[in-house]
């Protein structure tokens, strides 16, 4: 059969037909929503398998990343269709590995962000004229929200840190990129996601970002149990580099307030190599490279 996630560049319309059409295939895929983007874009959680154990995968955080979103929308297909048939992914048979666990993925956290970073500032209405004054018309590297947050900067972990490190690099106002808002949590996507994870007891969370092929999985003093094994693993199955927090990416971003909210592990994967954003040519080596890493996320 075909594949309905094709290896293309995904707008707004074509992401939106490709969950109806994998909902309409799939009779076991679940699809509902965590909340709505600043523009009211649906942030579409889909779910499989079967009980109250949870995992979950986030991906389109950073809008120029976009390249995450189709790689985790074509993973939630691929296990959605060896469900359906009893097959193996990766080794595992997939039914099995969901008797009795839940795997939730969110494919586009950012999804205003990532129709500008896709087709401009026309598709962020009232916000363009900002858009379009921040971004001064290159909006390929726009990574921030509609109203120019970065998600990532966002969230409450040492958001008053990260603020005063914004200010020292003179980010103060709203920008393509690194901007954390006026308060921790300010934003719609921020507030839907950790709505989400304070409502169920997930396990563990991986984030998708591109790029550098690099595994972030501590913050601050907190280790949660398993968390150092778990990237070592993950580090070896994909040949991705375990690294450190540094500069501006030590504190708000989504791994490190889950970590320090539920000291349970958090992960954000760096995809690829290259320069953001990556070229949608690089999509199936890199899908080859994390396939496994993210079937083996849903048992440990
Ligand atoms: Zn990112």
Request: hydrophobic fraction near 35%.
């Amino acid at each position: 059969m075909q594949r309905i996630v094709k290896n293309k560049k995904m707008n707004w319309d074509t992401y939106t037909s490709y969950i109806k059409k994998l909902s309409t295939r799939y009779p076991h895929a679940e699809v509902s929503t965590c909340g709505k983007s600043h523009l009211k874009r649906e942030l579409f959680s889909l779910s499989l398998g079967k009980g109250t154990n949870y995992v979950l995968y986030v991906g389109g955080v950073h809008a120029q990343e976009w390249i995450t979103s189709v790689l985790l929308l074509r993973f939630y297909e691929d296990l959605c269709d060896r469900y359906a048939c009893g097959g193996e992914l990766a080794g595992l048979n997939v039914r099995e590995i969901l008797s009795d666990r839940r795997l939730i993925i969110i494919p586009e956290l950012n999804p205003d962000g990532i129709e500008i970073a896709l087709t401009g500032a026309q598709a962020v209405g009232e916000y363009k004229a900002i858009c379009e004054k921040v971004s001064k018309g290159d909006y390929s590297c726009w990574n921030a929200n509609a109203r120019g947050v970065d998600i990532n900067h966002n969230f409450d972990a040492g958001w008053e840190v990260l603020h005063q490190m914004e200010r020292r690099e003179g980010i103060t106002a709203p920008s393509a990129r690194r901007y954390g808002g006026t308060h921790a949590e300010s934003e719609d996507e921020t507030k839907a996601l950790t709505r989400l994870c304070r409502e169920l007891p997930i396990r563990h969370a991986i984030a998708l970002h591109s790029q550098g092929e690099e595994i972030y999985w501590e913050y601050g003093k907190s280790m949660p149990p398993k968390a150092f094994l778990m990237a070592k693993i993950f580090a070896a199955i994909t040949e991705y580099t375990l690294v450190k927090n540094e500069g501006l990416a030590s504190h708000g971003g989504f791994k490190d307030w889950f970590i320090s909210e539920f000291s349970r592990p958090a992960f954000t994967v760096e995809v690829g190599k290259g320069q953001n954003p990556l070229p949608i040519s690089q999509l199936e080596e890199i899908y080859l490279k994390i396939e496994e890493m993210l079937c083996i996320g849903i048992i440990m």
